[in-house]
């Protein structure tokens, strides 16, 4: 059976890394893996993470099997992150949230889920989306269509033909939103987007299915997410994918969760069950150590002021970098789209070649796609790179 497998090629992200590895100038720059960075080039180990997981060890009784919808302690923590607090979907029983393996478990989940409720769903995402999109959902039988999103000549949200685009869509087609932090662009749709998009929705009877994957990396915790509540307020349905990976650091843990918002509570029950009968036909259950670190962290008052902090520190971080590269860039180009985009993302707009002459000729890494990961830069390295790219534009 095995012998007729020709082998694939390397994924171009992990062949970047090993690269970059592989180059042994000292000043070399990583801008290409997606995992946010301190300023020593590091991802390390939040201490409010640190602190919780000596707590687990020292408390932990057990081992024994938690179920297909993970922990209800963290569940509940997660729908509060998400929704807010006080949401009246929690109060009306309108939601229930499952704890999943990191985000892309939920988005796969969710996948699976749809194309049970209807076998020829159509899933809208944006172009250009996360590349992990179209297996995940595609893999699960959807059909994708794809609306444009990022004009690549501005390098802004090109909102008209976006709802053009959606405008043709049928009812019940699942249209997907990044929540915030869209990767790979970093353009972010505006509150008031927010408000026209769901009135599409509203008026089309689309199905929204926003991946949450950076809250509290753009803005902050609340505002990261006032556009998915706005669309949570008004919709009777919809699919949410949350991750723990990178506000909690916790990439490897594998920590996520799905929330599924239905119309009553009656059908919330029914449609949580066929939900849950899914997960148990893929994998079971979920891995219990991430979440029970996000559990004891957010159930802690002292812990998750903690852990607010930090993430505080990394978003300001981040927003920093976003003003003095631009800043850095402002003499030869206009690059103002940089400091006002969000997350860890954005285009940097340069061709291929000039990519490929960074990477040879000054050691600075970034994907082909000319998405960097702003994170990457610390303000030592910050005139090295805005050199290098001033060279490569001639
Ligand atoms: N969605 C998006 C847009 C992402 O960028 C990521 C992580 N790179 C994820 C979802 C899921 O990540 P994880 O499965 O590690 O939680």
Redesign the pocket.
Known sequence: MFETLQPLPQDPILQLMQTFREDNRPDKVDLGI?VYKDDAGNTPIMAAVHEAERRLLEGETTKSYVGPAGSTGFNSAMAELILGSNSPLVRDGRVSVIQT?????A?RMAAEFLRLCKADTKVWVSTP??A??LPLLGGAGLTIREYPYLNPETLQVDFGAMLETLERADAGDVVLL?GCCH?PSGADLSLAQWQEVTSLIQRKGLLPFV?M??QGLGEGLDADAAGLRHLASAVPEMLI?G????NFGL?RE???ALALVSETATVNAAATSQLLSVIRSHYSMPPAHGASIVETILGDDDLRAQWQQELNGMCERILHLRHAFAGALSSFGDFEFIARQRGMFSFLGISPEQVGRLRKEHGIYMLESSRVNVAGLNDHVLPQVASALREVLG
């Open positions: 997606g393996p990191g985000g892309c478990g988005l989306t996360w992990n999109h990044h990767n991946d994957a950076y994918a991750s723990c990976s990178k990439y594998r920590t996520g």
